[in-house]
């Protein structure tokens, strides 16, 4: 796989067939994937004379909107059109490397996500045989070997040229002679359809066409999607037509605006006690049992379980260690938990009796999605918790836990780590519940535990002036550590891994028994240090740790449980939180630190929603 093929990718597709001005609906559902993270944009109308008009320019979508205004209005009058938004990988984001891309006539217009592996040699084939590209890029490759396959039947010549494409790729495709077809190609990487009444739809996140409609259709793996104004029709590779799955969008437009806040992330911040409401509710049935119904296991196969393995990447494998906590915990059964990108390199071993649980908020995350068909590979039971209905990983996982947590809009995760926390909570209690290692009455205290912390979560939101005045404070500092024990440890990770995402300094994690044996070595005198100490029997050796940076210089800023004053003497900042379980303490220990992050990264002027070099989603190994 070559270099390339590892960059962070998520660029954001629209195609759409219908009644209405396609220019209107393609900016609108560009702008609605702008979070995506991208570095120039394009568009491509069939205008009512019947030729393709491209426009496209590097940069962001103010300046594709500026080249727009200046266009012929007859050029743009067409009821179909394609979009995309770009992160670069091949080629630099110049406006001659902006999607979309044509063949040689201009009469095919090709929009992708993803990197083709073999573009190098399908170009020089092509300009062997006499075409002339005039962009660095693997897409415009597309284009022209589209071209070369076209006899009149466009979702055949597409079929044709994937057929020799390697990598990963959504493809959208548009042709002049065809006023009412747009095609759709994927694999590997997402591609959803928008269904309406005279116009449907086309785009890498439904997010694009939810102001038009809600109802919406998954396209599987080596699918192909023929959109027309009347109706949908998908294949597979072979062009024979096969059925898939609607389903229906639960959220509206005003979920993905910002209502009034700078930042999406400082809404989805504010919105995590009702996204824990809506993870966590009727999770019970009538008899005080805790229901599961998603990890579709009999009651045997779980207790004949022999270990569980938890993947997961970036923020999700920190919610995936604090599972290992829990479930061992609950459930007595032993737990691994892998960075993804690694999972399936080491050959794991599995077997029917492992249960590998998938943590991914966009369902797409590729490493994990790898990682997923290893284990299934392997006859190993998968259940993936995600965010995203209809997501590749929840397809091809045995069953689906779905977190309930409405769109997150900043690439840093706040409300979708939160809920992927619960759901692990979740998965220990009922697994401890069907093996018999914990009673009901113990289940039920526990889910009651659980089901109190969104009160928990608002009150600590209410407390959080103090946090933004001491974030400001520090701001110009290029260094801090975070340190915890027990799920103290993976919040720590977690809050150094918002800190480098949003702030660019250098940030890490660490057991906090582990500082002396080499981190304590980055402690200088006014290096900020946050210790994650909710009440624990541990506190009095976290204490011991504490003691140990301030005494080389740190400033210490110590997140603690309300009435624990053990932290005081050794705190230079104390940051108080609600008691709770130690166990579920995560949820409200990560509402200081993204606060925190936040705020750190606006007092040095940065975006807080894009942050650079960054996307929502890992789409390529």
């Not at 995309?84 to 217009?109: I, K, L, S, Y």
């Not at 579709?296 to 970036?314: H, K, R, T, W, Y």
């Amino acid at each position: 796989m070559s270099a390339s093929a590892y960059a962070l990718r998520m660029c954001g597709i629209v195609g759409y067939v219908g009644e209405r001005s396609a220019l209107d609906v393609v900016v609108e559902g560009l702008k609605r994937l702008e979070y995506r993270g991208y570095d120039s944009a394009g568009v491509a109308i069939r205008d009512d004379a019947g030729e393709l008009t491209v426009i496209r320019k590097a940069g962001k979508l103010a300046n594709l909107q500026a080249a727009l205004a200046e266009a012929s209005e007859a050029d743009l009058t067409g009821t179909l059109g394609i979009g995309h938004t770009r992160w670069a990988t091949h080629g630099a984001p110049t406006d001659r490397n902006a999607h979309p891309h044509t063949d040689c006539q201009g009469a095919v217009a090709v929009v992708h996500n993803g990197t083709l592996e073999n573009f190098e040699v399908l170009r020089d084939g092509l300009e062997h045989r006499g075409h002339t590209l005039l962009s660095e890029t693997d897409t415009e490759a597309v284009a022209h070997l589209i071209e070369e396959q076209y006899d009149g039947d466009l979702a055949a010549a597409v079929r044709t040229v994937c057929a020799g494409l390697e990598g990963s790729y959504v493809l959208v495709v548009t042709h002049r002679d065809h006023p009412d077809l747009v095609i759709g190609a994927r694999r590997n990487l997402p591609l959803v359809v928008g269904l309406g009444e005279g116009e449907n739809f086309l785009a890498s996140d439904v997010t694009a066409f939810i102001a038009h409609t809600r109802t919406a259709r998954a396209i599987d793996q080596d699918q192909f999607v023929e959109l027309r104004r009347e109706g949908v029709r998908v294949t597979d590779a072979q062009g024979t037509e096969v059925d898939g799955e609607v389903f229906h969008v639960d959220w509206d437009t005003a979920a993905a605006e910002k209502a009034g806040y700078e930042y999406f992330m400082l809404k989805e911040i504010d919105e995590q006690p009702e996204a824990l409401r809506e993870t966590a509710l009727g999770r019970v049935d009538v008899h005080g049992r805790l229901m599961l119904d998603e990890l579709a296991m009999s009651d045997e196969d779980v207790q004949g379980l022999s270990q569980v393995i938890v993947v997961g990447c970036g923020s999700a494998y920190h919610s995936g260690l604090v599972a290992k906590y829990a479930i061992e915990r609950w459930a007595r059964l032993p737990v691994q938990v892998e960075m993804a990108s690694e999972f399936r390199y080491r050959d794991p071993v599995l077997d029917r009796h492992t249960l590998v649980v998938a943590i991914s908020q966009s369902g797409e995350t590729a490493d994990t999605l790898e990682a997923v068909r290893h284990a299934r590979r392997q006859r190993a039971s998968v259940l993936a918790i995600t965010n995203t209905v209809g997501s590749s990983i929840a397809r091809e996982s045995d069953a689906t836990f779905y977190t309930r947590g409405g769109p997150e809009v900043a690439v840093a995760s706040t409300k979708a780590v939160m809920t992927q926390l619960v759901a692990v909570y979740l998965v220990g209690l009922y697994l401890a519940q069907v093996r018999g290692y914990r009673d009901g009455d113990e289940i039920r205290s526990h889910f009651a535990d659980l089901a109190h912390t969104p009160d928990l979560v608002a009150a600590v939101l209410g407390r959080m002036d103090p946090v933004r005045k001491l974030a400001r404070e520090i701001a110009s500092c290029e260094r801090v550590l975070f340190l915890g024990r027990h799920v103290g440890y993976p919040m720590a990770m977690e809050g150094a891994l918002k800190l480098k995402e949003l702030a660019y300094v250098s940030a890490e994690g660490f057991p906090a028994g582990e500082i002396k044996h080499g981190p304590i070595a980055l402690i200088e005198k006014g290096t900020p240090v946050v210790v994650i100490a909710p009440r624990h029997a541990l506190t009095p050796k976290l204490v011991t740790n504490v003691q140990e940076v301030r005494a080389r210089g740190a400033r210490t800023i110590v997140i603690a449980t309300d009435g624990d004053d053990s932290m005081v003497p050794h705190a230079d900042e104390l940051i108080r939180i609600p008691d709770t379980k130690s166990l579920l303490s995560p949820l409200l220990t990560l509402v200081p630190m993204q606060i925190l992050a936040a705020e750190f990264a606006m007092a040095r002027g940065l975006d807080v929603d894009q942050p650079r070099n960054l996307a929502k989603s890992v789409t390529v190994e």
